[in-house]
């Protein structure tokens, strides 16, 4: 029987839980109902008895008026005062024990009952008294038994049908919500997880932690999509400054070119080593526990001198710094920053000048450019996403505007509440 309802899927669970309900349900009514029918049907034959032996002093007194051997008491019940005048069908029963209700097939419909007792008559003479009834002459149900048993049946089934549709709503509201969880898990990509607002707060709370996972699935790969680029970007000169350096060691023997070489493979290998902690704390952002501390920025840690020797003739830099100003910036950070503002400013500036302004809550880089045209000349490329992202993971803003005059102003400022 319960080989159409294997499997595990939540549609054979409900079917083999509703068929399993439905079979206790079944037979619990049928055990509560048949002995209960079973106690009204003695029961009723107990009170049928006790009816016919409630006769006795109607009987006696009713022969002191008739002085007859045979009196119909009732519809149902027959008095007897001689063994002679009793029918053949009790006749063939004889003898009956005085004073003891005798049962002769008391479930059939041929079926009788007889209480057999005596009484002194007028004239002192010790006579027989036989009272007889017909088993189902009185019973509850005589006429109407069928009626009750069918409203019982249909009642029990309406039972069982309620609560097996109560069953299913139950079950259909709780597993509902896992069957979509599971068709979105298979066929939708992109979107959130959702559930109904009536599902129990167990599935909300899954949904809720699936599409946080999913969240951070989706960022772990674009970390790593972003340090891919991030990498290549930043990595590509430093790389190709420590393969020339070493390819001209091998061509020439003398100490102040080697020892050049060796000073250029250096510089390059720790602006390397600068740029990789850096790309390496925003991908895996370590930098959480450094968000919330600050530290005085000097004038030492900004290589001024460095971006001057790429400046073009007649582009003077200048720098602001405000005294004592503190930074939620790691030094490497803040210098990965500046070379990506400045560098952009000193790429797209060819004439004027470029202003370095640092204080505690903002860093803004503004040059006499061509500013923003939104031309492919004018595209400050991969350099200012690293530090828009920067910005997101110490708690600051980033902003890049043309001026009113010339040129363009990117602006950084700290957020009240960085995250």
Not at 52 to 67: G, R, V
Not at 79 to 101: D, G, H, S
Request: charged share 20%; net charge negative; glycine share 4%.
């Amino acid at each position: 029987m319960f080989k159409f309802f294997h499997g595990n899927t939540i549609k054979d669970v409900k079917t083999r839980l509703l068929f399993i309900f439905s079979s206790i349900a079944l037979t619990s009514t049928f055990l509560v109902f048949f002995p209960f029918s079973l106690y009204l049907v003695i029961n009723e034959d107990n009170q049928v008895a006790q009816h016919l032996a409630s006769f006795e002093q109607i009987a006696t007194e009713h022969y002191a008026l008739i002085q007859d051997d045979f009196a119909q008491l009732s519809p149902h019940v027959n008095a007897y005062y001689n063994e002679a005048a009793l029918p053949n069908r009790i006749k063939q029963l004889m003898p009956f024990t005085e004073n003891v209700i005798t049962r002769h097939r008391p479930y059939d419909e041929d079926g009788f009952i007889i209480f057999h007792t005596s009484f002194i008559d007028l004239q002192g003479k010790k006579t027989p008294l036989y009272l007889t009834i017909d088993a189902l002459a009185i019973e509850f149900g005589d006429d109407g038994w069928d009626v009750l048993m069918l409203i019982s049946f249909a009642l029990m089934i309406f039972l069982i049908t309620f609560l097996r549709f109560s069953l299913q709503r139950m079950f259909d509201g709780l597993m509902s919500p896992v069957t979509e969880l599971s068709h979105q898990l298979q066929h939708n990509h992109n979107d959130e997880f959702s559930v109904s607002e009536h599902s129990i707060d167990e599935l909300q709370t899954l949904t809720k932690h699936l599409n946080e996972y999913k969240q951070m699935k989706e960022r772990l790969a674009r970390q790593e999509l972003m340090f891919a680029k991030y990498a290549s970007h930043e990595l590509k000169t430093p790389i190709a400054i420590v393969l020339g350096a070493a390819n001209l060691q091998g061509m020439k023997d003398d100490p102040v070119f080697q020892a050049k070489q060796r000073d250029r493979i250096l510089v390059a290998a720790t602006n390397m080593h600068a740029t990789v902690e850096v790309l390496l704390s925003i991908v895996k952002q370590e930098n959480a526990s450094e968000a919330g501390t600050m530290r005085v920025v000097t004038e030492n840690e900004i290589p001024l001198d460095k971006f001057r020797t790429k400046l073009k003739d007649g582009v003077e830099l200048h720098l602001a710094l405000e005294p004592k100003t503190q930074l939620n910036l790691p030094e490497p950070v803040l210098a990965m920053i500046l070379k990506n503002l400045v560098n952009n400013a000193i790429r797209f500036t060819r004439q004027g000048q470029i202003t370095i302004h640092i204080d505690s809550h903002t860093i803004s880089v503004t040059d006499t450019g061509c500013g923003l045209t939104g031309s492919t000349e004018t595209e400050h490329g991969l350099g200012l996403l690293i530090v828009k992202r920067i910005c997101q993971s110490y708690g600051w803003s980033f902003e890049l505007k043309s001026n009113l005059e010339r040129g363009c102003t990117a602006t950084l400022r700290l957020l009240i509440n960085p995250r």
